[in-house]
């Protein structure tokens, strides 16, 4: 399985991006497709999650500015981000687990792409 995350960029405060991750090599049915963060100096957390069967997490902090979804038929997840804020600086990374999952045990990666928010 490939995953390519796209979509960052520099942004002021109270923007919005949307970031998209291109899933290829996925074969599975059931999955948890997930969007993770890292800041400088702090540790990659999970930011939203989604399941197969469409349910969805999210942590905190973003809840009600982030909404992930997927697209089955297009192979692609997104995250929309809106309201954003500078502690939102991250570099962002999809990732496919084999099964619904809130924590980092996630299969799959793609590489990062950064967002940056300026104040």
């Known amino acids: 399985v490939q995953l390519q995350a796209s979509g960052g960029g520099l942004v002021q405060a109270g923007g919005s991006l949307t970031l998209s991750c291109a899933v290829s090599?996925?074969?599975?049915?059931?999955?948890?497709m997930g969007w993770f963060r890292q800041a400088p100096g702090k540790e990659r957390e999970l930011v939203a999650a989604?399941?197969?069967?469409?349910?969805?997490w999210y942590t905190n902090s973003v809840k009600g500015r982030f909404t992930i979804s997927d697209d089955n038929a297009k192979n692609m997840a997104y995250l929309q981000m809106s309201d954003l804020k500078p502690e939102d600086t991250a570099i962002y990374y999809c990732?496919?687990?084999?099964?619904?999952?809130?924590?980092?045990?996630?299969?799959?990666w793609g590489q990062g792409t950064l967002v940056t928010v300026s104040s």
């Open positions: 090599g996925r074969t599975f049915s059931s999955y948890g």
């Open positions: 990732a496919v687990s084999r099964r619904f999952t809130i924590y980092l045990d996630y299969d799959y």
């Open positions: 989604i399941s197969s069967g469409g349910y969805t």
